[in-house]
């Protein structure tokens, strides 16, 4: 049987707002060699959105830093980790609770955490008061009905045969 | 971000061009603050035709601008939203406090459905 790839990359880029694009779309690309849907795609786009605006909005409060970013794929399913160094959250069971918001002055609607878990499959989020927070987010990427690795083998292997055949 | 201005009806109509995240959100947030204010209109319309990307940094937007329309006794409706923007929506109440007419994207829809 074909062996199934691990990958893995890693990004880091300044607490700027205007980055934000450039993870969300960064990130995408690289998930996008197993193939999602438009669908998953836009869910994992707008979980890293969520996630990273949380680290420069509310763990740097919008001052310097550094977000970073670790992605892995492990068979179909991805894992991304959204890293900061930033002031850390006090009460995790709290924040990520639906419509709560330590911002609400800055038109924060406090749907960031209820976002990313109804985007992806599973939401883990670290944190420690003044050393900084980590969300782990996984999502199995649906393989395609279409796609059956072993057929595609065999097509590969036929292939080869003919071609080895005629030469 | 296109903005026109009905002088008539007094209504102003906001097509969304770009995808809207906290950077993005902050910036439309800041001009249509201003248009809203010096219009003095009747009704603001949020067009989501072009809408490629959305996080939550737009419903806070959205609500924002609905509160600041309402105080100066305006209509606010969101048109054109799309499956997965509405998913959003639904998710926060917004759809529960904001008016969403979404009778052009059916229609769009529809034919496209024709076409195929």
Same mark, same amino acid.
């Given at each position: 049987m074909k062996k199934l790839y691990d990958n893995e990359m890693k990004l880091e880029f300044s607490s &700027? %707002?205007?980055n934000e694009a450039f993870a969300r779309i960064a990130v995408a690309a690289f998930v996008s060699q197993l193939d999602p849907t438009i669908d998953e795609l836009s869910d994992i786009k707008t979980a890293i959105s969520e996630a990273v605006t949380n680290s420069i909005i509310h763990g740097y409060e919008e001052g310097e830093g550094t977000v970073k970013i670790e992605a892995r794929i492990y068979l179909d399913t991805v894992q991304i980790e959204i890293i900061d160094n930033g002031k850390? /959250?006090?009460?995790v069971e709290m924040a990520m609770?639906?419509?709560?918001?330590? &911002?609400p002055d800055l038109e924060r609607s406090g749907m960031g955490f209820t976002i990313m878990e109804s985007f992806m499959d599973e939401v883990k989020v670290e944190s420690a008061l003044g050393f900084g927070t980590r969300v782990i987010m996984k999502k199995k990427i649906t393989p395609k009905e279409d796609i059956d690795e072993d057929n595609l083998l065999d097509e590969k292997q036929k292939e080869d045969i003919k071609n080895t055949l005629g030469a | 971000m296109i903005t026109k201005y009905d002088k008539e009806n007094k209504i102003l109509t906001l097509i969304i061009t770009e995808e809207i995240d906290q950077h993005t959100a902050d910036n439309i947030r800041r001009k249509l603050d201003n248009e809203i204010e010096i219009y003095n209109c009747k009704k603001v319309i949020f067009d989501f %035709?072009? /809408? %490629?990307f959305m996080d939550s940094s737009g419903i806070g937007m959205v609500l924002g601008r609905y509160k600041l329309v309402k105080m100066l006794g305006g209509e606010f409706e969101l048109i054109n939203v799309n499956r997965r923007l509405k998913k959003i929506f639904d998710m926060s109440g917004v759809s529960r406090i904001i008016k969403i007419n979404n009778e052009g994207l059916i229609a769009k829809e529809e034919n496209n459905e024709e076409a195929i």
């Open positions: &700027k %707002t205007c850390g /959250i006090e009460n609770k639906p419509l709560y918001t330590s &911002k | %035709t072009n /809408i %490629t």
